[in-house]
Nanobody, 126 residues
Framework: QVQLVESGGGLVQAGGSLRLSCVVS????????LGWFRQTPGKEREFVVG???????RYLDSVKGRFTISRDNTKRMVYLRMNSLTQEAAADYCC????????????????????WGQGTQVTVSS
């Protein structure tokens, strides 16, 4: 079993920055891709960014150049740095872990991820 716990959400002014963190615990971690998804009421969960075990990344087009994902495998952590935030970014952000035989693969579909955190809320004020 794998558990994920996010932190770092909060209220930020438009144009500001936040860094989300997610710690992964449990019996296995090696080979897992990690991703960040977001969801707002009434909308489907949306893939934001993912990172493979090997460090390959994939971003939602609208966040490229402003968001950066990174991971520290020794600490079992994944981070999401979000800059130049707009109100469009306001959502509940969840991190997710998914096993893959291809350590270069970055899944982007939520069904490809096996474990999920509870989420951390990001609110962007105008």
């Amino acid at each position: 079993q794998v558990q994920l716990v996010e932190s770092g959400g909060g209220l930020v002014q438009a144009g500001g920055s936040l860094r989300l963190s997610c710690v992964v615990s449990g019996s296995t971690f090696t080979g897992y891709a990690l991703g960040w998804f977001r969801q707002t009421p009434g909308k489907e969960r949306e893939f934001v960014v993912g990172i493979s075990w090997s460090g390959n990344t994939r971003y939602l087009d609208s966040v490229k150049g402003r968001f950066t994902i990174s991971r520290d495998n020794t600490k079992r952590m994944v981070y999401l740095r979000m800059n130049s935030l707009t109100q469009e970014a306001a959502a509940d952000y969840c991190c997710a872990a998914g096993s893959s035989p291809d350590w270069y693969c970055v899944p982007r579909e939520h069904r490809e991820y096996d474990y999920w955190g509870q989420g951390t809320q990001v609110t962007v004020s105008s």
